[in-house]
């Protein structure tokens, strides 16, 4: 099974339709798929559900889509760095799941590995414990949390075979191995390709199995969101 597409565009092919759920893997603009992102927004499909940990920014990343206002609601956990996110949220356009990080990855985890709901403490007593079942553990409050899985998921890796066996590298695989768990079909933006069987099978970080498409995106911009440099 060839899973190596000619570039993005070709990589979407098919996949996406109206009112879909997509996760999309990166945090803030680290590890995000670029080119996918791009080539989503080219699509022209609208009423999306975007499951990420955040946004992307003005211009940028899932910004991009709120500007064309492809997307309808996110489920997101930090949201602070896109004026337009907040326009659009604070004028009722936009549908908000807002849950906290730690969960947010959980819920992600959860629904790839099938299980779905789970017990965490994080939230009780908040809003964010509003209409949901609470428990007892040890003494302990909980609130069940239900998993979240999604029609598509894209995620960016550094370098794949051609079986789809990912590495990710170091902070850039954030949100991405669990977006990729989640989505009922994965397509993943690498930078380098190489011959099945070149990995370290102890080295990988999400085996083949959870990918489905490839695009090869050797040059990513990588824009910095914020930088820091001394006087």
């Given amino acids: 099974m060839n899973k190596i597409y000619p570039n993005a565009a070709h990589a979407l092919e098919g996949l996406v339709q109206d009112g879909m759920t997509i996760a999309v893997g990166g945090f803030g603009l680290c590890g995000i798929p670029e080119q996918l992102i791009g080539a989503l927004r080219d699509s022209g499909k609208k009423d999306l559900t975007a499951i990420s940990n955040n946004a992307g920014v003005d ?18 956990s930090y949201v602070g760095e896109n004026k337009e996110f907040e326009r659009q949220y604070l004028a009722g356009e936009l549908a908000l799941e807002f849950t906290p990080q ?3 990855a959980e819920k992600l985890r959860a629904g790839g590995a099938g299980i779905p709901a789970f017990y965490t403490r994080t939230g009780y007593g908040t809003l964010v414990a509003e209409g949901k079942e609470t428990r007892q553990f040890n003494g302990e409050w909980y609130v069940m949390e239900e998993s979240l899985t999604a029609d598509l998921a894209l995620v960016k890796a550094w370098k794949a075979d051609k079986a789809g066996n990912l590495l990710f590298r170091k902070t850039a695989r954030n949100f991405n191995p669990l977006a990729a768990m989640a989505g009922e079909v994965c397509v993943v933006e690498v930078e380098e390709i190489v011959e099945t069987g070149e990995l370290d099978p102890d080295q990988i970080h999400l ?11 050797p040059n990513p911009e990588k824009r910095i969101e914020k930088r820091t440099v001394r006087s």
């Fill in 59 to 76: 211009g940028f990343g899932l910004g991009l889509l709120l500007e064309t206002r492809q997307i309808s609601k996110m489920i997101s």
């Fill in 102 to 104: 730690g969960t947010l």
């Fill in 207 to 217: 085996p083949g199995i959870y990918v489905h498409r490839i695009v090869h995106n």
